[in-house]
């Protein structure tokens, strides 16, 4: 489901991942190359048209593998060994986005987000169709929630270790 999907289907978690998401503007995406071994790579990400929107330049290896094989995994970059920035997974697919209002939108938001858009049609633009979803904290309050279609959200709560 596209981001927009995703939201009403889980509020919560949405707005945890869209809040980590948007703090960063940083991503890293993992792909799978053409030999099935996987690749990751950042990625800077928006939110226009409701949905999830990832830029690539212009055939790139991560929007070549995506182009073959649409299978992604979004992770939140992690900065603190502690986890308590809280670490997101988004799993889906990705989908090559063509439609020029959806272009437009993503070049507005890239824009207004860092003073620069990408120029048409030098770029690949994918937005994400969320099929499961991650998010788990560590530190004081230590807990995960996960989320797909068949089972919705649900929290576990993460025992500490000694």
Request: hydrophobic share 40%; net charge negative; proline share 5%.
């Amino acid at each position: 489901m596209n981001w927009e999907g995703f939201t009403a289907a889980a509020p919560q978690l949405a707005e945890l991942v869209e809040a980590r998401f948007r703090t960063d503007g940083l991503c890293l995406v993992g792909t799978l190359r053409r030999d099935g071994s996987p690749r990751i790579s950042p990625c800077e990400l928006d939110f226009a048209s409701g949905e999830l929107l990832l830029g690539m330049m212009w055939r790139s290896r991560k929007a070549v593998d995506l182009l073959r094989d649409p299978r992604i995994v979004v992770h939140s970059v992690t900065s603190d060994r502690e986890g308590t920035e809280g670490d997101v997974k988004l799993y889906g697919r990705a989908i090559d986005v063509s439609a020029p209002d959806v272009r437009q939108s993503y070049r507005d938001a890239i824009k207004a987000r860092i003073g620069w858009a990408p120029d048409e049609p030098e770029y690949h633009l994918f937005a994400l169709d969320v099929e499961s979803a991650g998010y788990t904290v560590f530190g004081d309050e230590r807990y995960a929630l996960a989320w797909d279609p068949a089972r919705g959200l649900r929290r576990h709560t993460i025992a500490e270790t000694t």
